[in-house]
């Protein structure tokens, strides 16, 4: 299968951990996105990747976060100090470096923080 | 102002009929884009259709047709011949400006039910 694959698909932590997610895109996708969601609402943009380059990176991710893609394929995720309000589930997607391209998303890593 | 607005409630809709989810966009740019995901329980988000805001055509991908009304910043989802596989929220998104600025805004979605 060639969809997007995130890793692991469950993460339970206990607050002040640290956690690492990883995403692997689709593999001819040069862009590569990291989006919150919490219960209730829709996803919600925190960082996004052009090859090896992050472009833009949202107010929301704080500098506990920090993302990376060193060799432009796959890209981790990671919280330092987890707090409970980072509970939510990180959503990874990719897409070619075309305007109108769609977005394929990952089946997401679900944190959860006690 | 919210940038995507979905105020539906929960929908209903009986089994092999037609059901119009809605979308209302804030932007002032002249070049976005608009999307339409499901999402079912299983989490995945799927993506579903696609419109571009100079294209002049309604776009349409087998039973999911998008209702471009773009003087009233609206871009609804209709659905024809519901499935129970329907079932399963419904996420309208938007992209702004051009190429560059890829990133998707969403909106809070709509929950589908279908019945059989």
């Known amino acids: 299968d060639t969809g997007v694959s995130q890793d692991p698909r469950h993460k339970i932590t206990k607050r002040g951990q640290n956690v690492t997610f990883r995403c692997d895109p689709i593999?001819?996708?040069?862009?590569l996105y990291w989006y919150r969601q919490t219960l209730g609402q829709g996803p919600e943009f925190l960082t996004y990747?052009?090859?090896?380059?992050?472009?833009?990176k949202s107010r929301l991710l704080s500098d506990r976060f920090s993302a990376e893609r060193p060799k432009g394929s796959f890209s981790t995720l990671e919280i330092q100090r987890t707090e409970q309000g980072d509970s939510a589930m990180y959503l990874c997607?990719?897409?070619?470096?075309?305007?109108?391209?769609?977005?394929?998303f990952g089946p997401g890593t679900r944190l959860t923080v006690t | 102002a919210q940038k995507i607005t979905q105020t539906q409630p929960g929908m209903f809709v009986q089994e092999k009929e037609a059901v119009t989810l809605d979308c209302t966009y804030d932007?002032?740019?002249?070049?976005?884009?608009l999307f339409w995901y499901k999402q079912p329980s299983s989490g995945e988000m799927i993506f579903l259709i696609y419109?571009?805001?100079?294209?002049?055509q309604n776009a349409t991908e087998g039973r999911y047709s998008l209702n471009f009304q773009k003087a009233r910043k609206s871009a609804n989802l209709v659905i024809s011949a519901s499935q129970l596989g329907d079932s399963a929220m419904y996420f309208c998104?938007?992209?702004?400006?051009?190429?560059?600025?890829?990133?998707?805004?969403f909106g809070k979605g709509i929950t589908l039910s279908v019945r059989p």
């Open positions: 997607a990719s897409s070619l470096a075309r305007g109108n391209s769609e977005q394929y």
């Open positions: 593999s001819e996708h040069n862009r």
């Open positions: 990747f052009q090859n090896e380059a992050q472009l833009e």
């Open positions: 932007t002032s740019d002249q070049s976005y884009g």
């Open positions: 419109q571009g805001s100079y294209d002049e």
């Open positions: 998104a938007m992209r702004e400006g051009t190429g560059a600025n890829s990133k998707l805004t």
